[in-house]
């Protein structure tokens, strides 16, 4: 099978499978979840598209790109706040924290999210990088400055800190906007723990957007199965080894418990 690495090259994988689905889960089996707005949408969380969609709200590239932007700050930041706002009231769901117990518990879990909302986290997940960056982080938009990027979880920003105190320039919020590139360190990070999964879960995404739905291609054509958790079938869906369709607040728990053979309770 022939699937792009994030090294751009096209690789050719055998498309063996590797394990043979189902087996047991134990403190072993090297697991790596790829979670997108769906795992929060119980949370209260909008997801992006489909019914209710974020998306459906707004000219994805007059507010989600660079250039959208920064050609009408103001407006952006409207939106972001607002984002912030409804996401600073949201709380982990049992999706969330059944991830965060299977890594306390020893599990060797680690997370790729598309989520910016930091409900992983607040759950107690530790093993886990935001491939699209986070809404409680501004950076400077001056690709060029020096300034870091910086935790900031105050809703909303003060005006005066929507500006860079170094060069001056408009602050935005730390998330990869669409036509960005991601970034390389952590894009390396979430291939090489795909290659070296024994199992790979997709988790509440349409598996619409790149290179982040790739790592289930790159999983299956590595042989490594997949299994899907969600309400519907997706894109992804063909890849899968196993679709476990249902609210992901509830299938998770249910199908962890299931697969360890009771030792994980949640
Ligand atoms: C890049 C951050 C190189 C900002 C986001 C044509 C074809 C293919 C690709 C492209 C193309 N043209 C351009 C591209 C590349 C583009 C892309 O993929 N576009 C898509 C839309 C066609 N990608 C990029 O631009 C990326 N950069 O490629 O750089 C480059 C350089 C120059 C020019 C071109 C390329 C950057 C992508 C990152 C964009 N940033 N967000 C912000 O959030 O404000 S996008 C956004 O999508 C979020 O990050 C989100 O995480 C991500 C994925 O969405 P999902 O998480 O999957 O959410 P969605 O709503 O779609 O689905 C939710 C799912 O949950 C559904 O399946 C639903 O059924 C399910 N669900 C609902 N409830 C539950 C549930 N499941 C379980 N339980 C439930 N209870």
């Not at 619409?208 to 969600?230: C, D, M, R, S, W």
């Amino acid at each position: 099978m022939n699937v792009w690495g994030t090294d751009g090259l096209a690789h050719f994988y055998n498309t063996e499978p590797m394990n043979d689905w189902p087996f047991k889960i134990t403190k072993n089996t090297r697991i790596t979840a790829l979670c997108g707005a769906g795992i929060s949408a119980e949370s209260g969380v909008p997801t992006y598209r489909g019914s209710g969609g974020l998306w459906n709200e707004i000219e994805v590239q007059e507010i989600a790109t660079s250039t959208g932007f920064l050609s009408n700050p103001e407006r952006g930041w409207e939106f972001y706040h607002e984002r912030r706002k409804n996401m600073g009231m949201c709380k982990p769901n049992p999706g969330h924290e059944a991830l965060a117990k299977l890594e306390q518990d020893g599990y060797d879990i680690f997370i790729v999210t598309q989520n910016i909302d930091g409900l992983q986290q607040r759950a107690g997940s530790t093993k886990l990088i935001e491939i699209h960056g986070s809404l409680w982080k501004i950076k400077c938009s001056n690709a060029r400055c020096k300034k870091e990027s910086q935790r900031n979880t105050d809703v909303p920003i003060a005006k005066e800190n929507l500006k860079c105190d170094i060069c001056g320039s408009w602050m935005r919020p730390d998330v990869v906007f669409f036509q960005e590139m991601l970034n390389p360190s952590l894009m390396i990070e979430a291939e090489t723990r795909t290659r070296e999964s024994d199992l790979f879960f997709v988790i509440g995404t349409s598996g619409t957007v790149y290179p982040a739905a790739g790592f289930a291609q790159i999983a299956k054509a590595l042989g490594v199965p997949v299994i899907e958790f969600n309400i519907e079938e997706t894109l992804l869906s063909d890849f899968n080894d196993e679709t476990v369709l249902g609210p992901s607040g509830e299938t998770l728990p249910k199908f962890l418990e299931k697969h360890t053979g009771g030792e994980f309770k949640f």
